[in-house]
């Protein structure tokens, strides 16, 4: 049983009477009453357009949620990607894109890892080629991207005693999102500072969400070289500056768990570097990550 079933088993979601739909209970009322309450209809559900290509479309939608007016995200995949087409084609089981992605929010809201909280999972059913789907999640508000966060936080040059520690601080905190994400067995596949969200919290401290997980796997014994690609997507991703080399071995430690850096994590550490490198020669002729991820 998926982890979407066993939460619905326990009364957190329900069913719509379009079977096709699966709602946190709460959201039930406020999507009918929206008239999002089947798959075709959050496929073409109208509001502010954040994405569309050829794979995947998102926009934002305000309507009368629990308690009061809340924005909602609907991402909707009008067809699998290619890898996934093809895997179906030839009797390979694959979830949907919406589908993993509901799974893996659901399965880091029980760790306590933040990320978008699920609202609603709408999919054909069965597991033949082409099956469309749909993953509504809540507003997280009052957020930045951690890569556009940073360089406004932290000016270039010496920053006062306040500003470098509250820099430390959110270094502790990204290695420490890292470390009970991989720790927890899961690797995301595009872990860019552009899908980590970042709220200023007093402390200083803050809070941080990990988004677009609709690649993120989990597995009980996960590849090293998965580890390495993510951390390589963090660094390639890390303004510098204000990302200084001592905040990068900073982090380090702390991922790892060390006080001092051994054989061990200086051989990840040259992994890293090498994934890092070779990611900066692909993007120079790709282009920004912003233009197309």
Sequence with gaps: MSQADEATTRGSF????DARVLVRREWEVPLVRAR???LERLLDAPGEVFKKNSRRSVVRIEIAGPGAPRRIYVKAHPSPPAPRLVARLFGRASPTPA???????VHLERL????M?????????????????????????GVSRVEDFMPGKYPP???????????????????EL?????????????????????????GPDFALWLIDLQRTERRERPCVRWFVKDLAQMLYTAPTPPVSAADKVRFLRLYRGVRRLGPAERGLTRRVLAKWRRMV?????????????
């Design 36 to 38: 999002l309450d089947t």
């Design 14 to 17: 329900v069913r719509l009477p």
């Design 157 to 175: 040059g010496r920053l006062s005693r306040d500003l470098a520690r509250s820099k430390r601080r959110l270094v502790e905190r990204l290695a």
């Design 117 to 141: 909280s699920p609202v609603a999972l709408a999919e054909e059913p069965g597991d033949g080629p082409g099956r469309r789907s749909v993953l509504v999640t809540e507003e997280i508000e």
């Design 99 to 105: 589908r993993r992605e509901w799974e893996n929010l």
């Design 281 to 293: 020669r692909r993007f120079e002729r790709k282009g920004p990550i912003r233009d197309w991820r």
């Design 178 to 202: 890292a470390r009970r994400f991989h720790g927890a067995g899961f690797f995301h596949k595009d872990f860019y500072l552009g899908h980590v969200l970042v709220r200023e919290e007093p």
């Design 112 to 115: 306590g890892i933040r990320s």
